[in-house]
């Protein structure tokens, strides 16, 4: 291949490894998250992804295979978690966990609470799932997040590898994050970031400095970096349609249709 592609890089190794994608606001780290979970579903890898911002429900107007749980567009809502969970995991499915309108006040202690039966539930099943968490330093930030989810995700990716436990965490800036659960990080997405606080702690985990490059990446391209080595890497077309699109003057924007679950899974969990 002339143009590399995410996509193709991924393997299902990266299922249970910590990946982190950071990046600046609007250059494609939400859309490269959309693609990654569609290579998931199509190699019929396990995911959940953590949605803070209610803007991953999209992936069901392509493909009726995922659950939502909670927000605008559920198929079961939070309330129903407890009830829905266990056949979620057993099934081995697909889920969008949306905690969008819970209120500030309480969507910590949910997101902690969740954490805590997952940790319990790999430690019995040991079965491989990633879990993408948007904008994750809302639950594992440097300062002002409650310290109960953080230390639970933070226990989560520190002692969860061989349970099962796999991350996908996306934040606009490294210095957002907490350094326990960002220092577990096997491999990094960079998009473009400017500040010089972040491109010097990049310069340092690379060990040499790639500052000109990752300042001048364009929308949809990112760093890929591992320990071995790094590379400029494109973002291929999703499938699904675009929710976080910047709004442009003159420009509609575009309703989203999401469809009904399919009828396989609605039987697995109501049969
Ligand atoms: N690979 C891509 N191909 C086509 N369009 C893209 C791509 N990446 C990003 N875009 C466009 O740019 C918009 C912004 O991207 P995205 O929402 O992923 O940014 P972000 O890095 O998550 O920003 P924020 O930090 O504000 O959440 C997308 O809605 C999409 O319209
Ligand atoms: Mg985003």
Not at 20 to 39: D, F, L, Q, R
Not at 43 to 69: L, N, S, Y
Not at 111 to 118: A, K, Q, S, T
Not at 153 to 165: L, N, P, S, V
Request: hydrophobic share 35%; net charge negative; glycine share 8%.
């Amino acid at each position: 291949m002339i143009i590399k592609r995410i996509e193709d890089w991924y393997t299902s190794k990266k299922v249970t490894e910590v990946t982190t994608i950071i990046g600046n606001t609007g250059y494609g780290k939400t859309y490269c998250a959309g693609k990654i979970v569609e290579k998931y579903i199509e190699e019929g890898w396990p995911f959940c992804i953590v949605d803070k911002m209610g803007i991953h429900f999209v992936i069901r107007a392509e493909f009726t295979d995922v659950v939502i749980v909670g927000g605008q567009y559920a198929d079961y809502t939070l309330e129903q978690i407890d009830e829905v969970l266990p056949l979620l995991l057993d099934e081995n499915i697909n889920f969008v966990l949306d905690v969008s309108e819970l209120d500030e006040s309480v969507v910590c202690d949910f997101v902690e609470g969740f954490f805590e039966h997952m940790y319990e539930w790999h430690k019995e099943h040991r079965k491989p799932r990633n879990y993408v968490i948007e904008e994750c330093d809302a639950f594992m930030g440097q300062t002002g997040t409650p310290a109960g989810v953080k230390n639970m995700i933070t226990k989560c990716i520190t002692k969860g590898r061989m349970y099962g436990f796999g991350f996908t965490l996306l934040s606009q800036r490294f210095r957002m994050i907490d350094k326990t659960g960002l220092g577990q990080t096997k491999n990094y997405l960079v998009f473009n970031i400017k500040l010089t606080n972040d491109l010097t702690l990049l310069k340092n985990l690379v060990g040499e400095d790639v500052s000109s490059k990752v300042r001048r990446l364009p929308m949809g391209k990112c760093l890929i970096m591992t320990e071995e080595w790094h590379g400029i890497y494109s973002v291929g077309t999703k499938k699904s349609p675009d929710e976080a699109v910047t709004p442009e003057i003159g420009v509609v924007l575009k309703d989203i249709k999401v469809k009904p679950l399919s009828d396989k899974i609605r039987n697995k969990l109501e049969n």
